[in-house]
């Protein structure tokens, strides 16, 4: 059984970064954080026109929680800095560092 250890996340954003939306990428998860680390430049690029401004970050995934994480709270600052964090049932579990300002389910 493979375990996951990283999550890509990736969002596009208008110019103006007021409308952001999550963006689908072919490969999300990750089993060591140098490996999404190394593949974020690719699947940015794979999502390229999708979006005017396009940002990814990788977040950390607790093994023992993988299955169990049902949320990722997000935001986009207006200089362009995403800031996520996986949740679960609500209480955070792993973030890129900074509390989001604003908690966004997927969108449809």
Not at 16 to 32: I, N, Q
Not at 47 to 55: D, F, L, M, T
Not at 89 to 96: C, D, Q, T
């Amino acid at each position: 059984m493979e375990h996951i250890a990283a999550l890509l996340f990736v969002v596009g954003c208008s110019s103006a970064m007021a409308d952001c939306r999550e963006l689908e990428v072919p490969v999300s998860v990750f089993e060591t954080m140098q490996a999404c680390v190394a593949e974020r430049p690719f699947a940015l690029g794979d999502v390229q026109g999708q979006a005017p401004r396009i940002i990814g970050k990788c977040l950390a995934v607790d093994p023992a929680l993988e299955d169990d994480y049902d949320r990722i709270a997000w935001t986009v600052r207006p200089d362009g800095t995403l800031v996520a964090s996986l949740e679960v049932s609500g209480m955070l579990v792993a973030s890129n560092g900074q509390r989001p300002e604003k908690d966004y389910l997927k969108q449809q």
